[in-house]
Nanobody, 121 residues
Framework: VQLQASGGGLVQPGGSLRLSCTAT????????MGWYRQAPGKQRELVALITSGGSTNYADSVKGRFTISRDNAENTVNLQMNSPKPEDTAVYYC????????????????WGQGTLVTVSS
């Protein structure tokens, strides 16, 4: 299983940016999908999580500004970042709780390679 993230880059404060991540491989099903981030000198933290049924959970710092969504048919999770702030600057990692395998199906956590988001004027 591989997670491929895209959409990072430079964005101005108050602008918008959309991150996407697609899971590929011998996937039976995906439970939770989400986004974490890690700023320089800080620990990785949860940004947003979405269940297979569409329930969401957000970090307090992004509530009302970021929106997570997913397409179960495409095994894709997205993060719409509106009104980003300089403190949102970080490497963003997508995450998926995946049941995968050929014949024997095993559950495991998978991470994308990380995409840098820089919020600056």
């Amino acid at each position: 299983v591989q997670l491929q993230a895209s959409g990072g880059g430079l964005v101005q404060p108050g602008g918008s940016l959309r991150l996407s991540c697609t899971a590929t491989g011998s996937i039976a099903k995906i439970d939770d999908m989400g986004w974490y981030r890690q700023a320089p000198g800080k620990q990785r933290e949860l940004v947003a999580l979405i269940t297979s049924g569409g329930s969401t959970n957000y970090a307090d710092s992004v509530k009302g500004r970021f929106t997570i969504s997913r397409d179960n048919a495409e095994n894709t999770v997205n993060l719409q970042m509106n009104s980003p702030k300089p403190e949102d600057t970080a490497v963003y990692y997508c995450y998926a709780d995946v049941w995968a395998g050929r014949g024997i199906v095993i559950q495991d956590d998978y991470w994308g390679q990380g995409t840098l988001v820089t919020v600056s004027s």
